[in-house]
Nanobody
Framework: VQLQASGGGLVQAGGSLRLSCAASRSIFSFNVMGWFRQAPGKEREAVSCIDTSDETPYYYYTESVKGRFTLSRDNAKNSVYLQMNSVNPEDTAVYYC?????????????????????WGQGTQVTVSS
């Protein structure tokens, strides 16, 4: 599967952006999908992930984005989204969407990039102060 991330750009602090990730085929089989980001000189880190293995979806958010970012997925559109509100300069990074083949990822491991098999090409988000 190919993942195409879009929606990045330049935004002022306090503003909003909505990132989209479109898959080349159905994402129904991917119980685990996520958004990661990588700032210059830093490791790629998980921003938000979703696990739909159980009846109730489980969401992971890194501490710094809780209450500001919201992940959603639309299986009918083969897409995953990241709504980013109240952005700040620390959110500046290249954002990547990812999908995992594994059916049995522990919730505690959802933020590990090693668990993901497919990656989009990334979309740049720049927040000005």
């Amino acid at each position: 599967v190919q993942l195409q991330a879009s929606g990045g750009g330049l935004v002022q602090a306090g503003g909003s952006l909505r990132l989209s990730c479109a898959a080349s085929r159905s994402i129904f089989s991917f119980n685990v999908m996520g958004w990661f980001r990588q700032a210059p000189g830093k490791e790629r880190e998980a921003v938000s992930c979703i696990d739909t293995s159980d009846e109730t979806p489980y969401y992971y958010y890194t501490e710094s984005v809780k209450g500001r970012f919201t992940l959603s997925r639309d299986n009918a559109k083969n897409s995953v989204y990241l709504q980013m509100n109240s952005v700040n300069p620390e959110d500046t990074a290249v954002y990547y969407c990812a999908a995992a083949n594994s059916m049995g990822i522990n919730y505690s491991d959802l933020g590990l990039k090693e668990e993901y098999d497919y990656w989009g090409q990334g979309t740049q988000v720049t927040v000005s102060s």
